[in-house]
């Protein structure tokens, strides 16, 4: 099994009555009433008001994907707790990040950037997202491109460093393009960057984003069993016999 954590702010959905109506149980179970489909996942959710943001040292260490939503409060996460995800990710536990939290202090710790774009828009554009890897395991299942019929725009220049690959790239309505599924290595951990998700729109219902986040969860999870590589590297005994000087 995987043991996957969704976290959220939990803000939107409390105070805004549009976005409420859209995710009356907040954005975290929207997303976890769909993943439950797979069998192979274990999933629970955290959120901001909660002790620890709802990531307790003993929840992170039994997580092996960590799932961030983030948009308005960004300013507001412990750096205590961005340390501990931080480690958790170095460690080898996956990260992947949603929309907004391109600002996120966890995502821009991790690539080492601001994160910031040039520019974006409440219009409620179609998104046209372009598979830029189709061999890649997050494109799997998914055809040459998918849409989505309302959503926020981004755009280009990504302040970002260059990911290790490019999955998505992104078109929107009003003629701009944005790179949208991005794979970064930090560590033994893997963390993939999807931009969809705008809170006003019912991005997190569209068939193909589910199957995009699915594949993600597969894909940032780590198959060496971490804790048991710590062991290993920690020991103190040589390899080897090694010659005092006096021997030498």
């Keep these: 099994m995987i043991n996957v954590t969704i976290w959220n702010e939990y803000i939107w959905e ?54 961030w939503w983030g948009h308005v409060a960004h300013n507001e996460v412990q750096d205590k707790i961005v340390d501990r995800i931080r480690s958790r990710v170095l460690e080898g536990m996956g990260l992947l990040v949603l929309h907004s939290g391109h600002e996120s202090k966890i995502f821009t710790r991790l690539v080492g950037t601001n994160g910031n774009i040039a520019s974006y828009r409440h219009s409620g554009e179609k998104e046209r997202i372009w598979v830029c890897t189709p061999a890649h395991p997050i494109a799997n299942g998914l055809d040459m ?42 560590g033994n951990g893997k963390i993939f960057y999807f931009r969809p998700g705008h809170q006003t729109f019912p991005v997190y219902y569209n068939s193909a984003v589910q199957k995009v986040i699915s594949n993600s969860v597969h894909w940032v999870n780590s198959e060496i069993d971490v804790d048991s590589w710590k062991g290993k590297m920690e020991r103190k005994i040589p390899i080897e016999p090694i010659k005092t000087q006096n021997e030498k």
């Design 14 to 67: 409390q105070q805004d009555e549009l976005v409420k109506k859209i995710y009356p149980n907040g954005i975290h179970n929207c997303i976890k009433e769909f993943l439950e489909k797979d069998k192979e996942l274990n999933i629970t959710t955290a959120t901001m008001k909660e002790k620890d943001h709802g990531l307790t040292e003993a929840k992170l260490k039994d997580t092996n994907v960590l799932i």
């Design 145 to 186: 491109y998918f849409e989505i019929e309302k959503e926020e725009m981004y755009s280009e220049p990504f302040q970002i460093p260059l990911p290790d690959e490019t999955v998505f790239i992104s078109w929107f309505e009003g003629g701009e393009v944005f790179r949208s599924g991005l794979c970064y290595r930090r």
